[in-house]
C-alpha cells in the first residue's frame, strides 16, 4: 500500500463548476500537508499547505484536512480553463515529502 | 528572482550510455532535492542534500545513480550506465531549511532508447 492514495481521474468540469479533488494517506505521523498543480512539462508548483488539521483558504482555493480519517480535499471553486493541470497532493514528515500519484483536471469553456 | 533552474530539458540517449543533469538551486536555499516522476505518477524522492552533505539517498539506486553538491549549490545527477526504465523527468527541487514550501525546476526530461 503507498502511503498516499490519489485518484488518477481525469476529472473534467465546466467552466465555473466547484471542483474536489482528494487524496488518502496511512502515516498518522504527517504533519504538514500541499497541494501542488503541476502544468503539462512543468515543475510541480506549489498551492497551499496546512498544518495539521482544518481548513485554509486562498482566494478560490480552499484545502481541508481531517487528519482522523487521514483525508485531505482540496476545493476549487469557480473553475476556470487555466485551472487545467494535474494536481499533486503531498505530504511531509521528518524533512521527507510523499506525493501522491496526482489528479489530472480539465475545465472546459 | 530565478527559480530553480534545471539543464538540459530534453535529453535522449542510448542505453548503456552516461548522462547528466545539472540543477542550480533558488540563492540561499541550502536544501536540494532530486526527485525522478514516471508519467502519470507523483515525484519520488532521489536523494535530499542539506548544504554539500546527502542527508537521504536512501531511494537512489547506488549501481547506477551518482549525485554531488559542491560548496553546497549546484547539483548533478548522474546515470551510468542508463537503461531503458530510466526514461523519466527529472526533477531538482529547493528549499529553506526546515521550510515546508519547496520550489521545483522544470525538470529534465530523459528517453533513453
Known amino acids: 500500500q503507498k502511503e498516499v492514495e490519489q485518484d488518477p481521474g481525469p476529472l473534467s468540469v465546466p467552466e465555473g463548476a466547484i471542483v474536489s479533488l482528494n487524496c488518502t494517506y496511512s502515516n498518522s505521523a504527517f504533519q504538514y500537508f500541499m497541494w501542488y498543480r503541476q502544468y503539462s512539462r512543468k515543475g510541480p508548483e506549489l498551492l497551499m499547505y496546512t498544518y495539521s488539521s482544518g481548513n485554509k483558504e486562498d482566494g478560490r482555493f480552499t484545502a481541508q484536512v481531517d487528519k482522523s480519517s487521514k483525508y485531505i480535499s482540496l476545493f476549487i471553486r469557480d473553475s476556470q480553463p487555466s485551472d487545467s493541470a494535474t494536481y499533486l497532493c503531498?505530504?511531509?514528515?521528518?524533512?521527507?515529502?510523499?506525493f501522491g500519484s496526482g489528479t489530472k483536471l480539465n475545465v472546459k469553456p | 528572482e530565478a527559480g530553480v533552474v534545471q539543464s538540459p530539458r530534453y535529453k535522449i540517449i542510448e542505453k548503456k550510455q552516461p548522462v547528466a543533469f545539472w540543477c542550480n538551486p533558488i540563492?540561499?536555499?541550502?536544501?536540494l532535492y532530486w526527485y525522478l516522476q514516471n508519467l502519470g505518477q507523483g515525484p519520488e524522492l532521489l536523494i535530499r542534500y542539506e548544504n554539500e552533505e546527502a542527508v537521504d539517498d536512501s531511494q537512489l539506486p547506488k549501481d547506477r545513480f551518482s549525485a554531488e553538491r559542491l560548496k553546497g549549490v549546484d547539483s548533478t545527477l548522474k546515470i551510468q550506465p542508463a537503461e531503458l526504465g530510466d526514461s523519466a523527468v527529472y526533477l531538482c527541487?529547493?528549499?529553506?531549511?526546515?521550510?515546508?514550501?519547496?520550489?521545483f525546476g522544470p525538470g529534465t526530461r530523459l528517453l533513453v532508447l
Open positions: 503531498a505530504m511531509k514528515n521528518f524533512n521527507k515529502f510523499y
Open positions: 540563492s540561499g536555499h541550502n536544501t
Open positions: 527541487a529547493s528549499s529553506e531549511g526546515g521550510s515546508e514550501t519547496q520550489y
